[in-house]
């Protein structure tokens, strides 16, 4: 069983290496959509999503020790860490503790930034397609609607440009 513990605490580690690579890569996304840096936000765009398809991996592989430890206990599978902590040998039970903790306060870390930034970039864009339209006049319109959403309606088309004279 102590192999088996061991494995799991080296996948603690790594998704917990992952989520800090993840959390710096969103504040360089975030300062370049501060600092109006297009070519800044899209590397870090290329590498959150490149980071995304590793912690999906690094999870897997941590969800699989996790599972592996639990048939040696002699516990269901899906056990949680809450159920598995308190059978470990009691050595063992802070270092896993405090894993999970510091991998659960990351996580919720990088959730939280990576919706502020969601909403940071969704203004810029919404910003950017407003002065657009004042360069460009929609044949179309967005209204906001009783619901909260956001309906088209359809509007005269102008001529590009009228000569005054």
Known sequence: ?????????????????????????LDQQQAGAINRAADEMLVATTAIQNQ??????VR???????????????????ATFVEII?????????????LVD???SLLLRVQQRAKQNHLVLSRSVELMQQFLGTLLPARETQVYNGHGNRESHALPTPPLYEAVG
Do not use: F, W
Request: glycine share 4%.
């Open 102 to 104: 510091e991998n659960n």
């Open 60 to 78: 897997r592989d941590r969800e699989k020790c996790q599972r592996d430890l639990a048939r040696e206990l002699v516990i269901i599978e899906t």
């Open 86 to 98: 308190g059978l470990l040998p009691a050595a063992y039970r802070p270092l896993v503790q405090s």
């Open 1 to 25: 069983m102590i192999e088996t513990l061991e494995k799991l605490i080296t996948a603690l580690r790594e998704e917990l290496q992952h989520y800090g690579e993840m959390l710096a890569l």
């Open 52 to 57: 995304a398809l590793v912690m999906q991996g």
